[in-house]
């Protein structure tokens, strides 16, 4: 597979694409399956699942699928409601010990088998050369959700416990490793050929605090996950200020969101290092030549790196029209082109 082939650093003929959030809103047959149903009834419905993840793949030459879901399920497994009105909302967020000591490791194949299904199904579907990714979203995000009750300008809450009661916030991250890796172990078994790790939140850290708590609960679940042998690709948004550590994570792939140059990331990274990223998002609701010229750029700048898979710097825009992805993606292969 071609983008396996580049998680590996190995040689390839032509730059592999996919796109964060490519099995979404901008697509019309997803707005079409999505009027069906609600958002977390197709996550767990394995056949609508698998359905919004094949959808980008039949309409566009991408070198990968990632399975529709969302990093927050397996935190609802873990006995925390969740609900989306559309933004994820937690009605009980954590506030102290007491809380975190209330929560479950859940069972991969009994509590989240839905999602391990629709793995299975996409990966019978999927033509043979194309990679299927799995993910979860990495500790620290998913702690950042469940003490806030949601999203956040600030992030005081979480915050406020990380600086007031450090054993009580590393003990959660620790709870949430435990689950993470035994659910991307079940998903790379379930048929996935890579899995991500969504560090969304992590860049509203200070690098000290970003090295302390972060970077090692991240690290902790990617060490146990590549004894699997697929490649993990770490994505922080606002990774920048991190750099300098962040392949210490023991990733295979660093994810590159697109608020720092492509170069400029390879020389503080290394050269030896693989690179995924990191077109602006916004890119693609300009003209066509402009996508073709921002796109050609990156690929030439990931030519520095021991391997590049080309993505864009955070997910896919909901107003995105279809024929600039598709332009997008012919545009990288043009330009990879070995």
């Known amino acids: 597979m071609r983008f396996i082939d580049a998680c590996l650093g190995r040689p390839v003929d032509t730059t592999p694409v996919w796109v964060m959030r490519q099995a979404g809103r901008y697509l019309p047959e997803y707005r079409e399956l999505r ?11 394995p056949e609508l699942a698998a359905e919004a993840t094949l959808q980008p793949m039949r ?22 409601a969740v609900e989306f009105r559309p933004a994820p909302y937690f009605p009980a967020p954590i506030t102290g010990k007491e809380d975190i000591a209330r929560l479950v490791i859940p069972h991969p194949k009994r509590d989240l088998g839905f999602v391990l ?58 709870k949430l490793a435990d689950t993470i890796a035994p659910y991307l172990a079940a998903q790379i078994d379930a048929g996935a050929n890579a899995v991500q790790l969504f560090d969304t939140w992590a860049g509203q850290l200070a690098p000290e605090d970003f090295a302390k708590f972060a970077l090692p609960a991240a690290r902790s679940v990617i060490e146990r996950v590549r004894r699997e042998g697929v490649p993990v690709i770490y994505f922080v948004n606002g990774a920048a200020p991190y750099l300098d550590v962040l392949r210490s994570s023991k990733a295979d792939v660093l994810g590159i969101d697109f608020r720092v140059d492509l170069s400029q990331a390879i020389e503080r990274l290394g050269r030896d290092v693989v690179v995924q990223g990191n077109l602006d998002p916004a890119v693609l609701l300009g003209p066509a030549a402009q996508i073709e010229a921002r796109a050609a750029a990156i690929v030439e700048k990931g030519k520095a790196a021991k391997g590049h898979i080309f993505n864009l710097g955070h997910g896919i825009n909901k107003d995105t029209d279809p024929q600039a992805m598709s332009v997008l993606v012919d545009a990288v292969h043009k330009a990879g082109a070995r």
Do not use: N, W
Request: charged residues 20%; contains cysteine; hydrophobic residues 50%.
């Open 35 to 45: 009027a069906q149903s609600d958002f977390l009834t197709m996550c767990r419905t």
């Open 59 to 80: 309409r566009f030459d991408l070198d990968a699928a990632i399975i529709f879901s969302d990093i927050l399920i397996p935190v609802e497994a873990m006995g925390m």
């Open 117 to 174: 299904e629709a793995l299975r199904q996409v990966r019978a579907a999927l033509d043979p050369k194309k990679a299927l990714i799995g993910f979860v979203g990495a500790p620290f995000t998913l702690a950042a959700y469940m003490v806030e009750g949601g999203g956040s300008k600030d992030f005081m809450q979480l915050k406020g416990m990380m600086h007031r009661d450090p054993a009580a916030f590393s003990d959660l991250l620790a």
